[in-house]
């Protein structure tokens, strides 16, 4: 996600890139602030084997299915819009 998200970044001019990880009806946002180049949440520090599962599950926190998931989302789309539009 974030070397998607970096290099998209490169070819946009938009502030905020977003990218969301779903796992059933949970979810994390990914947030590339293009200005620092700093992508949130914090990367994961590689581990001593080959895999490297390490992930918290926090950050899968939000529920589509709950007012504060649905609430979550809709911020982020309302910011993309914004965005958006300040493009035309």
């Not at 994390?28 to 620092?36: G, S």
């Not at 504060?68 to 982020?76: L, N, S, Y």
């Amino acid at each position: 996600m974030r070397d998607k998200l970096r290099t998209l970044s490169a070819i946009t001019s938009i502030p905020r890139l977003y990218g969301l990880s779903v796992m059933g009806t949970r979810f994390a946002v990914y947030t590339l602030d293009r200005d620092t180049g700093h992508v949130e949440p914090e990367c994961i520090a590689p581990g001593a084997s080959d895999v490297n599962d390490t992930a918290p599950q926090a950050w899968w926190k939000f529920d589509v299915t709950t007012e504060a998931g649905c609430k979550r989302f809709e911020e982020v789309v309302g910011d993309v819009k914004v965005m958006s539009a300040a493009l035309s």
